[in-house]
């Protein structure tokens, strides 16, 4: 007989079924133990099964079935970890902490199928779970195209959902600035209202940025935002510009602008088009500094978070030398306000770069030279990595190559399969798992404006990499192969039309199959 995995989504670090029919769920189903995981268990069910059990808590009937979510702090599986017991009479959630406990009720619900008599089972199993990598994030792109607060909100808990726990705020970009500060008021006043294609823009009052913040952290999620500096700033000159120097128009701009138009970039006029790498600050300047003191000061302490993501990519305007004594300075200042920083892997050419910086590989599986050696020199320097290789897990590419939604730079389109055959380890030689921090799916959104496009690009290649983030390394499990990943893929489907997430039906999965 074949093997049939259990349809869950990261694959656990262990799973076994084990005797007996399982744990009939009904109304008279017992919830305990810890009440907001209790709670999560019983939101997530009325959502993929329209059953909404009692409230956590309540009195339960004579003889009830209980599912109990219990917290036991010295458990030493480590942070973020669970296990799982079922049988006919109960379901047990044992974690040493809230998060834990929270993912383990998101494993808990992909369990639940029907019993072949119209009502839902949760199968007898035996589940001992436990991250691969700490930070396991998404970005989001808010400057290209401006999302509200409730957008915002519903993309956290969708990531939240498969298990990942950073979200990456891409909050400055050539097209606009997104986050209000008190210390510097004209960033928004002047540099806040358009976005691609002549779009609305918009920004996040401090309250809304407190409110996504919040909404994370019920998620276990923790935000990081980025400033992205010396280039990646055209919206900062429309605000302050003596801080920037003239866009630096070269064939690369001009044939971008003419393949997807937007115009070339001037000083002084908003930038509605894709290019970039044209823009920089003026990284000799002492009054750049004296300006990024007062914005990262603010948002250091807006975020309570340890990160604070400087960006330092795509640099084409900035002189070299000028550009490492820049970051050098940017990541010692961070540090210096108590944050870990963060850069693009570019930071890895810096020499003097801050100790503490995180830097976030962004090449490709099979990696560009330069590439490679930026993200090894980070390593030699004792820094990890955030693994995001773009023609894996860049969720903006386009799944489809005919599809409206996406782009295509990143070798080509990216299929769900590519998007998992991929190894964290294997990307740049030399880097291993204790270099890795670990791993993050960006979503740049040029061509995204709303939840719904949101969604059509992220679902399903989401999944494969919450799969690499959280689950053991390729090949270390029979169930870590791309066949089991995408018959637990299917299993996915129908929770996630039920709540409605308008998911990309990639023809690579049998959907019909669940």
Known sequence: MPHSPLPLVPLPASAAAREGAGLRIGD??????????????????????????????????????????????TRAAGRESYAIT??????????????????????????VTGDGEGGRRIPSVEIADAPRFAYRGVMLDVSRHFFPVETVCAFIDRAAALK????????????????????????????????????????????????????????HMTVVPEVDVP?????????????????????????????????????????????????????????????????????AAMTPGPYLHIGGDECLGTDPADFAEFIARVTEMV????????????????????????????????????????????????????????????????RDPEGPLGLLWANGATSVQRAYEWEPTAVIDGVGEADILGVEAPLWTETVRTLADIDALVFPRIAAAAEAAWSPATGTDPDRTWESFRVRLAAQGAAWEAAGIGFDRSPEIDWSAA
């Open 231 to 299: 280039s990646h700033t055209h919206a900062i000159g429309l605000a302050y510009p003596d801080l920037a120097e003239a866009p630096v128009i070269t064939d690369t701009v001009r044939e971008i602008a003419a393949q997807f138009g937007g115009g070339l970039p001037a000083a002084g006029t908003p930038y509605t088009g894709f290019a970039v790498g044209f823009s920089s600050l003026k990284t000799r300047d002492e009054a750049t500094y004296d300006f990024l003191a007062d914005v990262l000061g603010e948002l």
């Open 86 to 111: 079922v049988d006919a009479a109960s379901a047990v959630v044992a974690a040493p902490d809230e998060a834990g406990l929270y993912y383990g009720a998101q494993t808990l619900a992909q369990l």
């Open 164 to 219: 990942l726990n950073h979200l990456h705020l891409h909050l400055t970009d050539d097209q606009g600035w997104r986050i209000e500060l008190a210390s510097r008021p004209e960033l928004t006043a002047r540099a806040s209202s358009t976005a691609i294609g002549g779009d609305a823009g918009g920004f996040y009052t401090r309250a809304d940025y407190a409110a996504i913040v919040a909404h994370a952290a019920s998620r």
């Open 335 to 398: 540090a210096n306000l108590g944050k870990t920083p963060i850069a693009w892997h570019e930071a890895g050419a810096v020499r003097e770069i801050a100790p503490s910086t995180i830097g976030q590989y962004w090449g490709l599986v099979s990696p560009t030279a330069d590439s490679a050696a930026a993200a090894q020199a980070l390593v030699r320097g004792g820094s990890q990595l955030i693994m995001s290789p773009a023609d894996a897990v860049y969720l903006d590419m386009k």
């Open 28 to 73: 008279a189903t017992h919830l305990t133990g810890d009440l907001d995981a209790a709670a999560a268990f019983a939101d997530l069910l009325a959502v993929r099964t329209g059953i909404r059990l009692a409230a956590p808590g309540a009195a339960p009937a004579e003889g009830a079935d209980t599912i109990e979510f219990r917290l036991e702090p």
